[in-house]
């Protein structure tokens, strides 16, 4: 039997509110890395982690996964879990080779041992930032891509707003939008953010939604109307941005940033206008999609490539930053995808 | 010039909460029924008048129409405005003969004389009863048709929920579900229209919303959860289905009754689940569907013929009834479609 020392930040309680760096607890332990007896095991290196919102679900008692897998409760305690990339040290899986790189659900840990995974794919294409893997070219990528492209009906020259528009998912919708020659605005917390959605990211317009009434600044920077909200805050800014909206406008709902951690929820009062308006609001999760990876990749790795679209992430190093690293994207501390570089040396 | 001595009901003033008798008027007035000089006129003694929730928008100061012609406020003091059937006594318009029948927008009014109409259709068919054109032949009917064939997506076997069933939409859309194979639950206000949703027009269950908690009666009646929410009413209703509908469940806002006359409208606070449960909301309005009604009149006209279609009218005579019969609608008084008859000789 061999033992690896191994670093983990484990959930010991749920949590209230917005996570907190105290939510979560450091802890060395031991990780027994033998495979012998289990005939799909891996033994994982891990390298990068994403910080996505989404597993604030995971973090709260109430159940809202409506049985999706991913978004269930952490059982207490558990190593938090999410989206990453990994290095297969010993595989007895015959789809997973020793030495190759993959990216999927992993533990936010030094090493994971895994059994039968449930999402872990090889990764191809290794002259591109590994790092990318736990976000563009990852489950990220593809639900800008998915919201853009299936959710959302775009059509070419039409108005679409992104809001959390400099996060990893946020700053490629923006840039898809942008791709099918539509006028993309977005909202951000800082004016160094609103600087880089506006110089460097593409979009034709921005603001940083702190200094400014939201109604205001939609009316200067979108004076008729949305066709298309990538929304990823919900509460006042769903309730304001509905006013906005044009007819026949569709709303892709790609989550609530601002509702995760709320008893009692923002109550949305202006679904009213829905029917005279005709809007769609429409949710989606990664499960419904995954499939369509593959030919995401195929379209997305070539934009990479010839730097047709801007990436950005905000790699923390080290295990010990991901509690401060996760808190922060509720609070808009990232600039791009924010991601956890566990091992400095790969 | 000839005058006609013409009955109206008028709109002085705008509609606080819910609509009462006595926020309308009734009038003598003399109407100059000459045509001449008029090159697409019409003369129209009205016959049947729609008592449609959707006229409620009209009746505020509060423009939620976004352009949509019908959904203006009225300008005061008005004639009421809205769907019914009429007989062509003059006309100087090629369309429209007279002596022909007529459905579209008329006034609420014996005689109307309208220069170029803007939504007028000549009835072909008159071996149907003549009101039937201010319900199932007309809007309302052409709303559930377009909300259950082209907004739900349903499938067969799928679980519908009809909010205001035994109303004049909502008996049609539970009706054209259950075409389709779906297993279709209703609610109503009382326990006389719960009995006629069962036995008369065949939903496979129905319950009294006033009698019982929303949320025990939807365990109760759909206990696997809801595929497709046929939407009427808006409000505390909505935020409740939304905890009962099914992954990849449809809610089609063809309304919200309970929030026309609500200044703070009420707050939902369950969208948060739209993005795990991947919801679609979709509103639509009759504006975007009128071309599809020859194609609904082929469909519907042999069904009713075959009596394969059960349509409820709740029919009122004389002009004098309406400010009552429509304001009787929004406390769930009428037992299918609320119509006025105002000629009772026709």
Partial sequence: MVLL?????????????????????????????????????????????????????????????????LLKPFKLPSVIEGFGVAKVMESTHPDFEEGSYVWGVIGWEEYSVIENPRVLFTIKYTDVPLSYYAGILGIGGLTAYFGIKNISSIKEGEVVYVSTA???????????????????????????????????????????????????????????????????????????????????GRIVVCGMISQYGLKEKYGIQNLFHLTPKRIRMEGFADINYRKLYPQYLQWVIPLIRDNKIVYLQDIAKGLESAPAVFSGIFHGKNIGKAVINIVADE
Same sequence: chains 1, 2.
Avoid at 28 to 38: A, F, R, V, W
Avoid at 205 to 222: H, I, P, Q, S
């Fill in 5 to 69: 020392t191994n670093k983990q930040v484990l959930l010991t309680s749920y949590v209230e509110g917005n996570p907190r760096e105290d939510d979560f607890e450091l802890k060395i332990s031991y990780t027994n890395t033998t495979l012998q007896g289990k005939n799909n095991g891996l033994l994982l290196k891990n390298l990068y982690l994403a910080c996505d919102p989404a597993m604030r679900y995971r973090m709260s008692s109430d159940d809202h996964s409506d049985n999706i897998d």
């Fill in 166 to 248: 400099a996060g990893g998912v946020g700053l490629l919708a923006g840039q898809f939008a942008k791709m099918m020659n539509c006028y993309v605005v977005g909202s951000t917390s800082t004016d160094e953010k609103v600087d880089i959605l506006k110089n460097k990211l593409g979009f034709d317009d921005a603001f940083n939604y702190k200094r400014e009434d939201l109604g205001e600044a939609l009316k200067r920077v979108c004076p008729n109307g949305i066709d298309v909200y990538f929304e990823n805050v919900g509460g006042a800014t769903l309730d304001e941005v509905i006013l906005h909206m044009k007819c026949h």
